[in-house]
């Protein structure tokens, strides 16, 4: 059998290596290589080609001392951290919920995924309804049902949109992170809980001491999932907000970049797009290993 698969091999992966090269490799790189040139989208500065353009790490420096990416950079922090506790609370809750319903459990599994098939921007122009119009005119404002001026315009203030923005993402991915915890939590050995509970051990007890640590390579992969998503956000972003009232994400302010700079600098926006991409691997790597280390220690 292994000599079969051996012989096999590489024409099997040949095809997904070729589209690896050509979609994925081959841009980045280029990408990269660009991030160093004083290149305008149609043109290079300076001469026909990108040698031509070099500017080396002015790019690079021009990046930080960009006000507007400093913004972008720490609003897009504040938002991950908040989001990744939010989606990890509500689809833990969720998946425990499911697990002790005896009936209608994949019912209710559907209905709490759902929200994850539609396309970010269709979920923002929809919640972006929600928002200005449900929330601001019928539901909470001073001739509603309930006065709350906190859900009243809440795309017109920064920290207001982030909590709107976390709404939405809670709502979007809890249902697929749900799926994750839930297999996690079948995964636990019934035994392991029976026990604990004849030896007098309370429910947050058992929670504590055998579900968490029994769930840590759901948490690890649910980490993952979110970070990289809620740091990558871009479509809700725009449709939410579009970046107005210091509300740019890194995604968007790295869309963006071409329209405030005039001529459009994609150079610029590149360099952009590389430290980003290093951002998202760095904390993403570092939080598997983590959460890995975690896993090898229970």
């Not at 026909?48 to 720490?74: L, P």
């Not at 709404?167 to 697929?176: D, E, K, R």
Request: glycine share 6%; aromatic share 14%.
């Amino acid at each position: 059998m292994d000599k079969y698969y051996k012989k096999r091999l590489v024409p099997l992966v040949l095809p997904a290596a070729i589209l690896f090269i050509l979609v994925i490799l081959l841009p980045f790189t280029v990408g990269v290589i660009y991030s160093f040139c004083g290149w305008r989208g149609t043109y290079f500065v300076g001469g026909e080609h990108f040698w031509d353009a070099f500017v080396g790490f002015k790019n690079y420096a021009n990046v930080f001392k960009s006000q507007k990416f400093i913004n972008a950079f720490t609003y897009t922090i504040a938002f991950t951290l908040v989001a990744v506790i939010s989606i990890n609370i509500v689809s833990l809750l969720m998946a425990l919920l499911s697990t002790a319903l005896h009936k209608g459990a994949g019912v209710y599994r559907t209905i709490y995924f759902l929200p994850n098939l539609l396309g970010g921007l269709a979920l923002g122009y929809i919640w972006q309804f929600i928002f200005e119009i449900v929330f601001s005119e019928i539901i909470f404002s001073e001739k509603g049902l309930i006065s709350l001026p906190f859900f009243c315009n809440m795309l017109q203030n920064k920290w207001k949109a982030m909590f709107a923005l976390v709404i939405l993402v809670t709502w979007q991915m809890a249902g697929y992170m749900m799926l994750i915890y839930t297999t996690g939590l079948n995964n636990i050995p019934k035994d392991l809980s029976e026990a604990a509970s004849i030896d007098g051990a309370g429910v947050v007890q058992r929670f504590k001491n055998i579900t968490i640590p029994m769930l840590m390579p759901s948490f690890t992969i649910v980490f993952f999932l979110t970070l990289s998503r809620c740091f990558m956000l871009l479509d809700q972003n725009v449709a939410l907000t579009d970046g107005n009232f210091s509300t740019r994400l890194l995604a968007t302010q790295i869309l963006r970049t071409t329209k405030d700079t005039n001529p459009p600098d994609y150079g610029l926006a590149q360099a952009q797009a590389v430290i980003f991409f290093v951002l998202i691997a760095v904390v993403s790597l570092t939080q598997v290993a983590v959460t890995k280390k975690r896993e090898v220690e229970l």
